[in-house]
């Protein structure tokens, strides 16, 4: 343990864990100009930039800062060596972790690094021609554990085929196919439609019953609309739609089937089902 890295939780870390030399510290004596800048001041700073990750990502790059330490702590690298670090020392910890986790968790972990340097104004001076190689290296020697296998694509025949699984007059089934048909034909993130958990959300960041209208597209066919308030691509929301289908897959008896059997308060998560 170490008074620069506090216990908090890993969407925390890249902010509340500091180099030794961070530049966000106030230090009178090598900056003029942080002499007329509070505490309160470069710890705003701190959170508005690392507002710039969304929250799963803070999350991540937090366990990834993790074992950037802890590599650290094994191989007993000095504080003041491991931010800024040199070139040698990341490849170092990129070869280190080859073959323990996939390509794509070992460069978020190498970017959380990264990013800590960013946060605390300290320099990241790693050549990417080497990162990307080296990083391409051990995607490549990742353990077969670590890679999902290949999956048919969902299709309209494939959703068909759940909703004959299912019972429409149940409150949780009729929710899963209203939440299906209308992620899949809105072209739409899963988690842009759904909650984490049913403690672990904001209300505000999650499409409700009344998110939804109806218009006319450019070719005068009516479509329904979600106006999201947030997705991965954009803190400020989207809109998306779908129009109403002729077959067993169509979103609108789906949806209107969900608000029958739930029917979801206007400013209720949408997909809101009654559950003991």
């Given amino acids: 343990s170490s008074p620069l890295r506090p216990h908090c939780h890993a969407r925390d870390r890249l902010r509340l864990w ?9 230090d009178p004596e090598k900056n003029l100009v ?55 020392l990341i490849l170092s910890f990129i070869s280190a972790c080859t073959g323990l986790y996939s390509g794509g968790t070992l460069t978020n972990y190498v970017y959380a690094v990264r990013a800590w340097h960013v946060l605390h104004l300290q320099e990241w001076s790693i050549g990417k021609a080497q990162l990307d190689a080296m990083l391409a290296g051990a995607a ?33 089934d009729s929710a899963v196919f209203a939440c299906l048909t209308t992620t899949f034909f809105t072209i739409a993130r899963l988690g842009e439609f759904t909650v984490p958990t049913l403690t672990k959300f904001t209300l505000a960041n999650v499409i409700q019953r009344r998110h939804i209208r109806t218009e006319n597209d450019r070719h005068g066919l009516e479509v ?41 308060n206007p400013d209720s998560p949408l997909f809101s089902w009654k559950h003991p």
């Fill in 140 to 172: 490549t020697l990742a353990p077969p554990t670590s890679k999902r296998q290949k999956r048919n694509p969902v299709t309209v025949e494939f959703i068909v085929q759940i909703r004959n699984m299912l019972n429409l007059d149940d409150p949780l």
């Fill in 18 to 26: 500091r180099p030794i030399q961070s530049q966000s510290q106030r």
């Fill in 224 to 264: 329904t609309v979600f106006a999201l308030p947030k997705t991965k691509a954009s803190a400020t929301g989207e809109d998306v739609y779908w129009a109403k289908h002729q077959g067993l897959e169509d979103p609108s008896f789906a949806l209107q089937n969900h608000f029958r059997i739930n029917n979801p």
């Fill in 34 to 88: 942080r002499t007329l800048v509070s505490d309160e001041d470069l710890d705003r700073i701190l959170a508005v930039m690392s507002a710039g990750w969304a929250p799963s990502t803070r999350e991540c790059y937090g366990s990834g800062l993790l074992v950037y330490h802890v590599f650290c702590d094994n191989r007993d690298v000095e504080e003041q060596d491991r931010c800024p670090a040199d070139m040698v």
